[in-house]
C-alpha cells in the first residue's frame, strides 16, 4: 500500500555503479519509520577493486567485505526486506543505477519495483541554494550523523520524504507525486524508466564525441576534461566543442576518470550553503588528496591548452 515504503541508498567500492560495497534501508509506514537494514556487500568480480577515494569518502575498505554477502545474496536480502513496496531514494537515478548495473555485471536479471526520488521532490517543494542530501536534510530538520554511511543516508531520504508529505498536506506518497505532477520510476527485467517531474525541462544534448583525426600530441588529446563555472570567453557548450574538436572528452560531472577539471568563474548562486566552491571543484580536490591523477586548472590555461 502506498502509505509502507522503503529508502535506500548504496555506497560503492569505487566510480563503477556497478560496485555496491554497501546498502541501507529504512522502512516507512504510516508518518514513522518502523524498520531498518544495513548490511556490506561483496561487490561482482568485475568492479571489487576499492579505489581510495571511494574509501576517503565513506571509509570501507576491501578487507570490510572479504565475508560480507555477495551481489546476489545482499539483492535477495534487499528484496526480502522490501517486499514489493516502492523505493524512495535521494538521486534515485544513481541508486537504482548502482542495482541495475550489480545485477548485469553478475548476469542476473533486473528485479521488477518501483521507486521515487526525494531529490525530484525536493526540488518541487524547497527554494534551495542546494538539493544536495546534506543540505536538504539540514532544512528539513533531519538527523544525518554520518553522511556516506549507507544506513544514515537512507535515514535522511527517508526523513526528507516524510517532510515533504506534511508540507504538502499529502495523505500518503502516492497522493504527494500525483499532487507534485511527479511519476514513479519502474524497472523489469527488460526495461526501465526515471522517476521524474512531468514538466521537467528536456534533457541537456548529448556531449559531442572526441575528434579521431585531432593532433595526438595536443595538450587535451585523450583527457576526460569537465568544466565548472561560467567560462568569458565562450559559452560553455563551445567549450565542449573546442574540447572535442581537439581531441579532448567532455563531461559533465567530475568522476574517477575525469583527468582535467576547468574552474572557471563561478556563480555562488549554485554553491551549498556556506560553501565558496562548486561541488565539483570540491570532489576534485577530495580526488588529489587521495592521490587521484586529476589537473585543477583556470580557463585561460584551457584556453591556452585548446590551442597547443
Known amino acids: 500500500m502506498s502509505d509502507a515504503w522503503v529508502a535506500i541508498d548504496f555506497e560503492t567500492a569505487n566510480g563503477h555503479r556497478g560496485s555496491p560495497c554497501a546498502v541501507g534501508l529504512t522502512a516507512v509506514e504510516g508518518s514513522r ?3 531498518r537494514m544495513y548490511t556490506l556487500i561483496r561487490p561482482p568480480a568485475a568492479h571489487r577493486h576499492f579505489d581510495p577515494y571511494n574509501t576517503l569518502i565513506h571509509g570501507i575498505r576491501a578487507a570490510d567485505v572479504k565475508n560480507a554477502p555477495s551481489w546476489g545474496e545482499a539483492l535477495q536480502q534487499i528484496l ?31 528485479p521488477t519495483l518501483r521507486y ?9 517543494t ?4 542546494s538539493y544536495a542530501l546534506p543540505e536538504v536534510a539540514e532544512h528539513v530538520a533531519a538527523p544525518l550523523s554520518d553522511h556516506h554511511q549507507a544506513g544514515a543516508d537512507a535515514d535522511a531520504a527517508a526523513h526528507i520524504m516524510l517532510a515533504a508529505i506534511r508540507h504538502h498536506e499529502a495523505s500518503n506518497l502516492d497522493q504527494l507525486l500525483s499532487e507534485l505532477d511527479i511519476v514513479h520510476g519502474t524497472m523489469t527485467p527488460n526495461k526501465w524508466s526515471g522517476s521524474h517531474s512531468k514538466g521537467q525541462r528536456k534533457p541537456s544534448a548529448p556531449l559531442p564525441g572526441a575528434n579521431p583525426d585531432a593532433d595526438p600530441n595536443g595538450a587535451l588529446y585523450g583527457k576526460t576534461v ?42 555562488p548562486r549554485r554553491f551549498a550553503i556556506g560553501s565558496e566552491k562548486s561541488s565539483k571543484q570540491k570532489s576534485a580536490e577530495k580526488m588529489l588528496e587521495a592521490g587521484k591523477d586529476i589537473e585543477i586548472i583556470g580557463e585561460a590555461d584551457f584556453i591556452e591548452r585548446l590551442n597547443s
Open 33 to 35: 519509520i518502523t524498520n
Open 80 to 110: 526480502k526486506f522490501t517486499e514489493g513496496k516502492t523505493l524512495v531514494a535521494h538521486n534515485a537515478a544513481f541508486d537504482l543505477g548502482v542495482l541495475r548495473d550489480a545485477c548485469t555485471a553478475e548476469g542476473s536479471d533486473w
Open 116 to 124: 521515487a526520488c526525494s531529490l525530484v521532490v525536493a526540488r518541487k
Open 126 to 129: 524547497w527554494r534551495l541554494i
Open 226 to 267: 569537465c568544466i565548472t563555472g561560467t567560462l568569458s570567453r565562450m559559452t560553455r557548450a563551445e567549450g565542449h566543442s573546442a574540447l572535442a574538436h581537439v581531441g579532448g572528452i567532455p563531461v559533465a560531472q567530475v568522476s574517477g576518470k575525469t583527468n582535467v577539471l576547468v574552474v572557471a568563474t563561478p556563480d
